[in-house]
């Protein structure tokens, strides 16, 4: 603590000591500075003190020039003043009599006043009437308010599931719009393969009829047999008489005679013929049947048996498979038959559920065929 004092003691007699031997110097700075202010205020030549005079004048000439200025004004002041009181007197006569006409307006609609007063009351009864009127008709709107608040909050709900409502028909009528699409090229392929069906039918129809006439044709040539079976029988009776006796086959002649000519399909040329064949080695009918048969390439049963009809009704199917591959050949590969190709559901394995070739299948395997045969040549 008292070196603390010492220390601000011993600064400030420093403080002084520095004060003491700065002071002579500004005293000295100052009083240089004065004297060259007062020089410069002193004139010290003869045309700076007529300059001063001629300031002098000129201030003075100044200051009575402007109150010459402003008695002008004054005056002129005073003269406005003068014919502004004038003008304020005469518009003070017009007043008195405007005021004496207000005074009797006044009166007048001071009695205007009183009946109006007597009206207003009126019109305030009616106005509390209003009033309580008005009260009921605002608490009846303040109850249709919170009416049409919920009808409003109702309405937006039911706006909303109109929004859904109206998505979800937008949404079935894109998906109708599409199964209208799907139908209708369903509907063309179903076309075009009633088409090929068509085709198809015709060309089996005409199959049909080649096999018709096919019948008809076997049918005549097994009626034929039966005859030409039927003469061989007789033929063959009149050669086992032939055998057995010369007397016994007169008979037999006499007897066979008028069979033969009860015969219906019996020729001219057959009954020429009957002593050459009389005449010949002893044959049996089996043995002519089968020459017969060799002869004219006949099956053992002209209209054919079970197999023979499914080896008809398979050269038939391959008859057709083969008008179909040559027609869709012809068309190239937009044909309507390329489309039913491969649409069959069955083109996976190409045979029927008792294990009969599709015709489809058929088609593939003679398009596999051709292909290979194809590949093979240019080997």
């Not at 008195?96 to 109006?116: F, M, P, S, Y």
């Not at 009033?131 to 303040?142: A, F, I, S």
């Not at 398979?314 to 937009?334: F, M, N």
């Amino acid at each position: 603590m008292i070196a603390s004092g010492l220390i601000f003691l011993f600064g400030f007699l420093a403080a002084a000591l520095i004060a003491l031997l700065v002071s002579p110097i500004v005293w000295r700075r100052a009083k240089r500075l004065a004297r060259r202010e007062f020089e410069a205020t002193i004139p010290v030549s003869a045309n700076e003190i007529r300059a001063s005079y001629d300031h002098v004048r000129a201030q003075a000439a100044m200051e009575s020039r402007r109150r010459e200025m402003e008695a002008h004004a004054v005056r002129e002041k005073a003269a406005l003043e003068r014919a502004e009181a004038g003008r304020v007197a005469v518009e003070n006569a017009d007043l008195r009599g405007r005021n004496r006409v207000l005074t009797e307006t006044v009166a007048q609609n001071v009695a205007d006043l009183k009946e109006l007063s007597a009206a207003l009351e009126a019109r305030e009864q009616d106005y509390r009437k209003l009033e309580e009127e008005l009260r009921e008709t605002v608490h009846d709107l303040d109850l249709r308010t919170e009416e049409m608040n919920a009808l409003s909050d109702r309405f937006r709900d039911l706006t909303g599931i109109a929004e859904d409502r109206k998505l979800s028909i937008v949404s079935l009528e894109t998906r109708l719009e599409e199964a209208q699409d799907e139908v209708r090229s369903q509907e063309r392929i179903g076309r075009e393969r009633d088409n090929a069906i068509d085709r198809l039918r015709s060309q089996v129809g005409a199959l049909d009829a080649s096999l018709q006439k096919e019948k008809a044709t076997a049918r005549k040539l097994e009626e034929k047999v039966i005859r030409l079976t039927a003469r061989l029988a007789d033929q063959d009776e009149r050669l086992a008489l032939h055998a057995g006796g010369r007397d016994s086959l007169d008979d037999a002649d006499d007897t066979d005679l008028p069979q033969a000519s009860r015969a219906d399909d019996t020729s001219p040329d057959d009954i020429d013929k009957t002593p050459v064949v009389a005449a010949a080695a002893p044959v049996s009918a089996e043995a002519v049947r089968r020459q017969l048969e060799e002869h004219l390439d006949l099956p053992a049963h002209p209209l054919g048996g079970d197999d023979d009809e499914e080896a008809l009704r398979e050269r038939i199917s391959d008859i057709a498979a083969r008008v179909i591959h040559l027609t869709g050949k012809a068309e190239g590969p937009d044909s309507v038959i390329e489309r039913i190709l491969a649409a069959d559901e069955s083109g996976t394995t190409g045979t029927t559920e008792s294990g009969r070739p599709t015709l489809a299948g058929r088609v593939r395997r003679l398009r596999a065929e051709e292909s290979k045969t194809t590949g093979q040549a240019a080997e």
